[in-house]
């Protein structure tokens, strides 16, 4: 996948950078923005996307607790969910660093591979997922980070 025709979306507190073929989709409640790539007119196609999720953080809880609890509700939520890999990163912004998780699971017909950036700030916890058909995720990983990496927050 080509990373060179990047725009940045401006959202309520946030940016990030994504391919500029990218659709902006309407209507999911919890998310600030939920974001497809093209699809190729089949019906059964899973649309790769990225979104972002912005909830209170709650008080004295760092970045490292939270994950975990989301680790603990992914296993409760997503059917076959494994947990691949989980790290700490840092993205292009100056000072924003959070955790990352790599993890397949299975939604209806479809095996998929998200992977979730983490950061807090602002009092805020923001997720940043991108997800893909799990036989295409390779073919994606280097855009999907590039983006993940660009997002930032702002006042």
């Not at 699809?39 to 059964?44: K, P, T, V």
């Not at 999720?53 to 296993?75: T, W, Y």
């Not at 799990?134 to 990983?141: K, N, T, V, Y």
């Amino acid at each position: 996948m080509n990373a060179t025709d990047l725009v940045v979306y401006r959202g309520k507190g946030f940016s990030i950078a994504l391919p500029s073929d990218w659709q902006l989709l309407e209507g999911f409640a919890g998310a600030e923005a939920v974001f497809a790539s093209p699809g190729s007119g089949e019906d059964d196609e899973f649309r790769t996307t990225l979104n972002v999720v912005r909830e209170p953080a709650p008080r004295g809880k760092g970045i490292d607790e939270l994950v975990s609890g989301s680790v603990g509700a992914l296993h409760q939520l997503l059917t076959n969910f494994q947990l691949l890999d989980r790290q700490a990163v840092r993205f292009d912004q100056d000072g924003l660093e959070g955790e990352r998780l790599l993890f397949a699971y299975r939604q209806g017909v479809y095996v998929l591979t998200a992977e979730q950036w983490y950061a807090t700030a602002d009092d805020a916890l923001w997720t940043v997922t991108a997800t893909a058909d799990s036989d295409s995720f390779d073919d994606w990983a280097d855009l999907l980070r590039q983006c993940l990496r660009s997002f930032a927050t702002s006042s």
